[in-house]
């Protein structure tokens, strides 16, 4: 759902033809290939993966990773047909890859961050600190039924009305110049990232988030999912990749600058500025309260495909505990 679809469709001509012949994990030498495909370009949400590839710690998991760029349908396409192991998806995105006539055996096997850190950001001062602020006001939509119903509900819960909210079909590639721009009054965004991005551009703004305002929005997203006919003929396997990723992740909470550097490193046309900024922001989130990273709490997973449910979101009802589980994690 949100940017990341619109991403999906951006980043699709990035990917080579050889990609998609990536074939299940295979020995390699004494290493076990895996192939990890993520949602959109590198960013701080996937550091923890440059992390341990740099550190070694999938060199000491016996693991060789290859990350590569989603195609047009998605991280669950490739994950779920085989052709990677392990992907990065998010809770709400995921829901018609496990439900359904054409649901495809992926699973969630751990969260990148603890809480949802999405919300609506706007230029500061004009009245969208809160949800019913978004009134007469100009937002831009990917125009998606859950997308919609999350802003109604928000905006009904701060007792405003939905239907004097102006949906503009809108793709938003830079929210900093959009809003500069004054194309639209206010954007969904992920706080670590584009939120962020504002914050070094120096442009003032208003922000909310979503979990704030109704507790069943602290869903669970991004997170990675895995094949799940993959996993279960290869735990050990999954144990070790999940491991070496924990500790990535792990390192990214501790040391948010030595993080940002690597991630730079292994990414060098990226924002070293924005990535360091955002890092800092996200060593908060990876874990945020939670015992250990990647830990995916069986109640706020399944209160929010409650609401999906309540809300005729889904093709087919959505049971508890489905698409997740946290057996691979140390």
Not at 2 to 14: D, H, V, Y
Not at 36 to 55: C, I, R, S
Request: aromatic letters at 10%; one cysteine or more; proline letters at 3%.
């Amino acid at each position: 759902m949100k940017r990341r679809i619109i991403s999906i469709l951006l980043c699709a001509a990035m990917l080579s033809a050889a990609l998609f012949v990536a074939g299940c994990s295979q020995d390699n030498g004494g290493k076990t290939k895996i192939t990890f495909v993520l949602d959109w370009t590198p960013n701080t949400n996937h550091t923890g993966l440059y992390v341990a590839q740099e550190k070694g710690y999938f060199d000491e998991a016996g693991i060789e990773l290859e990350i590569v760029q989603p195609p047009e349908d998605g991280a669950e396409a490739l994950v779920g047909s085989g052709k990677a192991q392990f992907g990065v998806s998010f809770q709400d995105s995921m829901i018609p890859a496990i439900s359904g006539e054409d649901a495809m055996p992926v699973t969630a096997v751990a969260a990148v961050v603890q809480h949802n850190t999405s919300g609506i950001i706007s230029r500061k001062g004009e009245g969208i600190d809160k949800p019913r602020g978004l009134e007469g006001k100009k937002y831009a939509t990917w125009d998606l039924p859950i997308e919609k119903a999350t802003l109604k509900q928000v905006v009904e819960d701060d007792g405003g009305n939905f239907d004097k909210v102006e949906l503009v079909p809108e793709t938003v590639t830079d929210e900093v110049s959009t809003l500069q721009a004054k194309k639209v009054d206010a954007i969904w965004v992920f706080y670590g990232w584009a939120g962020v991005a504002t914050e070094v551009a120096g442009l003032e703004t208003d922000y909310f988030a979503f979990k704030d305002i109704n507790e069943v929005f602290d869903y669970y997203t991004p997170v990675i999912i895995g094949n799940t006919d993959w996993l279960s003929e290869n735990a050990d396997k999954a144990k070790a990749f999940l491991s070496a990723v924990s500790k990535g992740y792990e390192y990214a909470v501790e040391n948010p600058k030595e993080a940002a550097e690597i991630l730079c490193g292994a990414v060098p046309e990226l924002d070293k500025k924005l990535v360091t900024a955002s890092q800092k922001y996200m060593s908060k989130e990876y874990k945020a309260e939670a015992e250990k990273w990647g830990y995916i709490d069986a109640k706020r997973w399944n209160a929010f495909y409650s609401w999906i449910n309540d809300n005729n979101l889904s093709e087919a009802k959505l049971e508890e505990n489905q698409g997740f589980t946290n057996d691979y994690l140390g």
